[in-house]
């Protein structure tokens, strides 16, 4: 069992920075992909980003890529998200979510992930 649990939303203008943070406990993270969705209103929850099980590769949403930055710290299980240029269409709720590896599983399909925090709302204001 992993229990995640974000900080760091809050209200910021277009343009601005964020850094979101998640700290896990329960296991170690160094065989779970860490990720980040978001859920917008009246949306699907959708794929921000998300980190390899060992951390050697990052993916990025098409809408974030170039903006957003993901990074892991196992030795603290820690998952962070530096949110650059943020836009009114970034606001939602951000989740930090994992799922233990497994050969062939796709890690922008939001149903792949086990374990979900309790969210923490961006807001965008123009």
């Known amino acids: 069992q992993v229990q995640l649990v974000e900080s760091g939303g809050g209200l910021v203008p277009t343009g601005a920075s964020l850094t979101l943070a998640c700290t896990a406990s329960g296991s170690t993270l ?3 992909v860490m990720g980040w ?3 917008i209103p009246g949306k699907e929850r959708e794929f921000v980003a998300a980190t390899s099980w060992r951390g050697s590769s990052t993916y990025y949403a098409d809408t974030v890529k ?3 930055t993901i990074s892991r710290d196992d030795a603290k299980n820690t998952l ?5 240029s943020l836009k009114t269409e ?3 709720v951000y989740y930090c979510a994992a799922y233990e590896h497994y ?3 796709a890690v922008i399909d939001p149903n792949e992930y086990q374990y979900w925090g309790q969210g923490t709302q ?3 204001s123009s």
Do not use: I
């Not at 962070?80 to 650059?84: F, G, I």
């Open 37 to 39: 969705l978001r859920h």
């Open 103 to 105: 050969p062939g599983s």
């Open 66 to 68: 170039g903006r957003f």
């Open 80 to 84: 962070s998200l530096q949110m650059n």
């Open 122 to 124: 961006v807001t965008v």
């Open 90 to 92: 970034d606001t939602a």
């Open 30 to 32: 160094r065989k779970y």
